[in-house]
């Protein structure tokens, strides 16, 4: 190689994001390439965590990690800026504040609410889908209850809470939900009974991909905690106090609407001219966008083929800590050669927190596990996350040692 240095850009902090960052930090000669981190906010933060944020179960600072201290700015250039379009056939993009030129891009920009064309659920429902929003759903909440507190007639159904979707968001959203509501029971000096939770869902099961031993004791976990069900009802519509639901054409009066039902890529992937099925670029084995060989897209912007099953994984942030690895392998082997990589989820099991100390789910290879030993997994999955991103410092700063 000879001339100016090469121009890998990332776009996104997210899981995907920042992992690509460090991995490719790790495999790419500094003074031979140039790593650019591209993000609107100055922190990372766990979008797995979010929801905690949204029930009110953790501190808002809790999920947020400052970019500066995770990553070497001395060796990545880091521009905390808004990605405003991608030109992919001029290999630049254009920010806020100025443009940047690439040779490879990582496009990891996360997900936007998907509507699935609902009437009102873009302008009346609230979403998991950032910090600053699932803060917004948390002060809600609560400014529901003092008013309910302080009126002197109440609506009932300000204290009605809708979740759209049973995914696996939704009931997480639900465990932590079924923890902080008593709490604030207790602080406004109201009935439980008072308050209804209920998920809205239109499949006849809860989680899909889990089976029905952990999906019968997730259910009756929540249901022993208040929370209502109604599965196989499809939202037909979202007014600003009300959900409209099922065929019959139910009206649920509710003081907070929450849709967890279903992401899309950023709408910036669709607006580059990259071709979108059911929302998401179908990138190759190796991750890259057809036709563009030098630009690869990870996370909740992809979908990226299980060849056993012919369906896409699901976006984990498993997967997407995994896609960063064969990203940044990939990146470093088009630059010096060698041999590409085809990604292939290395299945680590799936642990799904259900509040304060419950859980459920598979670890190795299937192994079923409940309650608290299932609440110390989940954390141990989280802390492993932080150990890979920033050390044991970012451990113990951030980590989740106990069940709850």
């Known amino acids: ?51 905690e944020v949204a029930a009110g179960t953790i501190d808002v600072n809790r999920s947020r990690i400052m970019i500066s201290d995770v990553i070497n700015t001395k060796r990545v250039q880091f521009v905390h800026d808004t990605v405003v379009k991608i030109n992919k056939e001029e290999k630049t993009v254009q920010l806020e504040n100025g443009e940047l030129s690439y040779d490879y891009l990582v496009i990891g ?64 959203f639900l465990g932590e939900l079924a923890e902080r509501i008593p709490q604030l029971c207790k602080k406004y000096d109201i009935p439980r009974q008072d308050v209804r939770i209920i998920d809205v869902e239109a499949m006849d099961t809860i989680l899909p991909g889990f ?5 019968a004791y997730a259910k009756e976990s929540l249901e022993a905690r208040g929370i209502e069900f109604k599965l196989g009802t499809m939202i037909k ?45 179908n990138v190759d084995a190796t991750l890259r966008a057809p036709g563009h060989d030098e630009v690869f897209i990870l996370g909740d912007c992809a979908w990226v083929m299980n060849n056993e099953t012919g369906k896409p994984y699901p976006p984990t942030a498993q997967i997407a800590i995994q896609e ?64 890979l991103l920033g050390g044991p410092k970012l451990v113990l700063r951030k980590g989740k040692f106990r069940p709850f």
């Open 211 to 215: 089976d029905d031993e952990l999906l």
């Open 324 to 387: 960063a690895d064969v990203c940044a392998h990939n990146v470093k082997t088009m630059i010096y050669g060698g041999t590409l990589k085809e990604f292939q989820f290395d299945d680590k099991g799936t642990v799904a927190s259900l509040g304060g100390s419950d859980a459920m789910g598979t670890v190795f290879d299937g192994n079923k596990i409940y309650g608290m030993q299932a609440k110390v997994m989940k954390n141990v999955i989280d802390d492993r996350y932080l150990f």
């Open 237 to 281: 519509e979202v007014k600003s106090d009300a959900v409209v639901v099922g065929e019959e054409q139910e009206e649920i009066k509710a003081g907070t609407i929450v849709w967890t039902g279903g992401v899309q890529a950023n709408r910036l992937v669709g607006e580059a001219g990259f071709e979108l099925t059911k929302g998401k670029v």
């Open 109 to 172: 920009l996360g997900f936007e609410k998907a509507t699935f064309g609902i009437p009102g659920m873009d302008k009346h429902a609230f979403s998991i889908q950032s910090v600053d929003k699932s803060r917004m759903i948390r002060d809600h909440i609560e400014y529901q209850f003092a008013r309910y507190r302080n009126e002197k007639n109440p609506d009932p159904s300000m204290l009605t809470i809708i979740v759209g979707g049973a995914g696996f968001t939704g009931i997480e």
């Open 1 to 51: 190689m000879s001339g100016s240095k090469l121009k890998v850009v990332v776009l996104g902090a997210g899981y995907a994001g920042m992992m690509s960052v460090k991995r490719l930090t790790q495999q790419l000669p500094a003074e031979e390439v140039e790593i650019t981190l591209v993000n609107k906010h100055n922190y990372h933060y766990q979008t797995t965590w979010l929801h």
